[in-house]
Protein backbone atom coordinates (compact mmCIF):
# COMPACT_ATOMS: atom_id res chain seq x y z
CA UNK A 1 0.00 0.00 0.00
CA UNK A 2 2.92 2.23 0.42
CA UNK A 3 4.22 1.46 -2.65
CA UNK A 4 0.80 2.45 -4.41
CA UNK A 5 0.56 6.25 -2.51
CA UNK A 6 4.33 6.76 -3.21
CA UNK A 7 3.54 6.24 -6.64
CA UNK A 8 -0.12 8.61 -6.13
CA UNK A 9 1.87 11.19 -4.48
CA UNK A 10 4.36 11.48 -7.16
CA UNK A 11 1.80 11.36 -9.84
CA UNK A 12 -0.57 14.22 -8.15
CA UNK A 13 2.74 16.26 -7.08
CA UNK A 14 3.54 16.21 -11.16
CA UNK A 15 -0.29 16.94 -12.12
CA UNK A 16 -0.24 20.32 -9.65
CA UNK A 17 2.77 21.35 -11.47
CA UNK A 18 1.93 21.07 -14.62
CA UNK A 19 -1.81 22.58 -13.74
CA UNK A 20 0.04 25.70 -12.27
CA UNK A 21 2.19 26.08 -14.83
CA UNK A 22 -0.75 25.88 -17.53
CA UNK A 23 -2.71 28.02 -14.94
CA UNK A 24 0.03 30.78 -15.16
CA UNK A 25 0.45 30.97 -18.73
CA UNK A 26 -3.59 31.05 -19.66
CA UNK A 27 -3.90 33.92 -16.78
CA UNK A 28 -0.45 35.57 -19.08
CA UNK A 29 -1.97 35.27 -22.16
CA UNK A 30 -5.17 36.48 -21.12
CA UNK A 31 -3.70 39.41 -19.59
CA UNK A 32 -1.23 40.10 -22.86
CA UNK A 33 -4.62 39.69 -25.16
CA UNK A 34 -6.45 41.83 -23.23
CA UNK A 35 -3.80 44.67 -22.27
CA UNK A 36 -1.53 44.54 -24.97
CA UNK A 37 -3.59 43.24 -28.00
CA UNK A 38 -6.32 44.73 -27.59
CA UNK A 39 -8.83 41.42 -28.22
CA UNK A 40 -9.58 39.69 -25.15
CA UNK A 41 -9.14 35.97 -25.34
CA UNK A 42 -12.83 34.33 -25.08
CA UNK A 43 -11.39 30.81 -23.42
CA UNK A 44 -8.75 31.75 -21.07
CA UNK A 45 -10.88 33.11 -18.27
CA UNK A 46 -12.85 30.06 -18.18
CA UNK A 47 -9.90 27.73 -18.68
CA UNK A 48 -8.30 29.25 -15.90
CA UNK A 49 -11.54 28.74 -13.63
CA UNK A 50 -11.30 25.01 -14.36
CA UNK A 51 -7.25 24.40 -13.97
CA UNK A 52 -7.77 26.15 -10.96
CA UNK A 53 -10.42 24.34 -9.50
CA UNK A 54 -8.56 20.80 -10.92
CA UNK A 55 -5.60 21.94 -9.20
CA UNK A 56 -7.07 22.91 -5.79
CA UNK A 57 -9.01 19.89 -5.66
CA UNK A 58 -5.55 17.84 -6.53
CA UNK A 59 -3.44 19.89 -4.28
CA UNK A 60 -5.99 18.70 -1.13
CA UNK A 61 -5.73 15.46 -2.31
CA UNK A 62 -1.89 15.47 -1.53
CA UNK A 63 -1.97 17.57 1.36
CA UNK A 64 -4.24 14.72 2.66
CA UNK A 65 -1.84 12.53 1.66
CA UNK A 66 1.21 14.08 3.25
CA UNK A 67 -1.08 14.54 6.59
CA UNK A 68 -0.61 18.37 5.96
CA UNK A 69 -3.99 19.77 6.42
CA UNK A 70 -4.98 21.64 9.91
CA UNK A 71 -5.74 19.09 12.97
CA UNK A 72 -7.17 20.50 16.06
CA UNK A 73 -5.83 17.37 18.58
CA UNK A 74 -4.81 19.26 21.57
CA UNK A 75 -7.69 16.54 23.73
CA UNK A 76 -6.95 13.81 21.64
CA UNK A 77 -3.08 14.04 22.15
CA UNK A 78 -4.31 14.21 26.35
CA UNK A 79 -6.28 10.47 25.59
CA UNK A 80 -4.80 7.65 26.77
CA UNK A 81 -2.71 5.75 23.23
CA UNK A 82 -5.33 3.16 22.54
CA UNK A 83 -8.16 6.08 22.86
CA UNK A 84 -5.93 8.57 21.11
CA UNK A 85 -5.61 5.96 18.06
CA UNK A 86 -9.37 5.02 18.34
CA UNK A 87 -10.03 8.18 17.96
CA UNK A 88 -7.61 8.69 15.14
CA UNK A 89 -9.75 5.22 13.14
CA UNK A 90 -12.91 7.05 13.58
CA UNK A 91 -11.68 10.08 12.02
CA UNK A 92 -10.52 8.63 9.33
CA UNK A 93 -13.55 6.85 8.88
CA UNK A 94 -15.65 9.93 8.49
CA UNK A 95 -13.34 11.28 5.99
CA UNK A 96 -13.90 7.96 4.31
CA UNK A 97 -17.36 8.58 4.47
CA UNK A 98 -17.53 12.31 3.48
CA UNK A 99 -15.04 11.51 0.13
CA UNK A 100 -16.56 8.47 -0.52
CA UNK A 101 -20.35 10.01 -0.16
CA UNK A 102 -20.03 13.81 -1.42
CA UNK A 103 -16.65 13.33 -3.77
CA UNK A 104 -17.17 10.38 -5.13
CA UNK A 105 -20.91 9.61 -5.60
CA UNK A 106 -21.69 13.42 -5.59
CA UNK A 107 -19.34 14.06 -7.72
CA UNK A 108 -20.47 10.81 -10.16
CA UNK A 109 -24.10 12.59 -10.13
CA UNK A 110 -22.72 15.84 -11.13
CA UNK A 111 -20.67 14.45 -13.50
CA UNK A 112 -23.74 12.63 -15.21
CA UNK A 113 -26.28 15.34 -14.44
CA UNK A 114 -24.06 17.74 -16.82
CA UNK A 115 -22.30 15.22 -19.38
CA UNK A 116 -24.48 16.75 -22.44
CA UNK A 117 -24.28 20.62 -21.19
CA UNK A 118 -21.48 22.70 -23.22
CA UNK A 119 -19.08 24.93 -22.03
CA UNK A 120 -19.66 28.57 -23.44
CA UNK A 121 -16.32 29.30 -24.29
CA UNK A 122 -14.17 25.79 -24.45
CA UNK A 123 -14.87 22.68 -26.80
CA UNK A 124 -16.44 20.65 -24.38
CA UNK A 125 -18.57 19.65 -21.68
CA UNK A 126 -19.07 20.91 -18.09
CA UNK A 127 -19.44 17.00 -17.29
CA UNK A 128 -16.11 16.53 -17.69
CA UNK A 129 -15.13 18.99 -15.54
CA UNK A 130 -16.65 17.86 -12.97
CA UNK A 131 -15.28 14.51 -13.37
CA UNK A 132 -12.32 16.10 -10.58
CA UNK A 133 -14.81 15.37 -7.99
CA UNK A 134 -15.06 11.45 -7.95
CA UNK A 135 -11.11 11.71 -9.44
CA UNK A 136 -9.87 13.25 -5.39
CA UNK A 137 -12.52 11.52 -3.57
CA UNK A 138 -11.47 8.00 -4.49
CA UNK A 139 -8.02 9.09 -4.21
CA UNK A 140 -8.66 10.39 -0.52
CA UNK A 141 -10.28 7.40 0.25
CA UNK A 142 -6.97 5.35 -1.15
CA UNK A 143 -4.91 7.70 1.27
CA UNK A 144 -7.71 7.24 4.24
CA UNK A 145 -7.87 3.95 4.00
CA UNK A 146 -3.53 3.85 3.87
CA UNK A 147 -3.60 6.47 6.69
CA UNK A 148 -6.09 3.74 8.88
CA UNK A 149 -3.90 0.44 8.47
CA UNK A 150 -0.66 2.73 9.62
CA UNK A 151 -2.74 3.69 12.80
CA UNK A 152 -3.75 0.15 13.54
CA UNK A 153 0.09 -0.90 12.84
CA UNK A 154 0.88 1.97 14.63
CA UNK A 155 3.00 3.62 12.55
CA UNK A 156 0.92 6.63 13.23
CA UNK A 157 -1.00 8.15 15.53
CA UNK A 158 -4.40 10.78 16.02
CA UNK A 159 -2.04 13.57 13.85
CA UNK A 160 1.44 14.53 13.04
CA UNK A 161 1.25 17.50 15.22
CA UNK A 162 4.17 16.36 17.21
CA UNK A 163 6.06 17.09 13.91
CA UNK A 164 5.17 20.54 14.43
CA UNK A 165 6.22 21.16 18.05
CA UNK A 166 9.29 19.71 17.39
CA UNK A 167 10.13 22.18 14.45
CA UNK A 168 8.85 24.98 16.65
Not at 15 to 20: D, Y
Amino acid sequence: MRTLKNVLDKVLAAACVVLFAVLVLDVVWQVFSRQVIGDPSTWSEEAARYIFVWLGFFAAALVFSERGHIAVDFLVRKLPRGIERAVAVLVQVAIIAFAGIGLVWGGWRAAQGTWATNLTALPTQIGKMYLVMPVTGTLIVIYALYHVTAVLRGDEVATDASDVDDAI
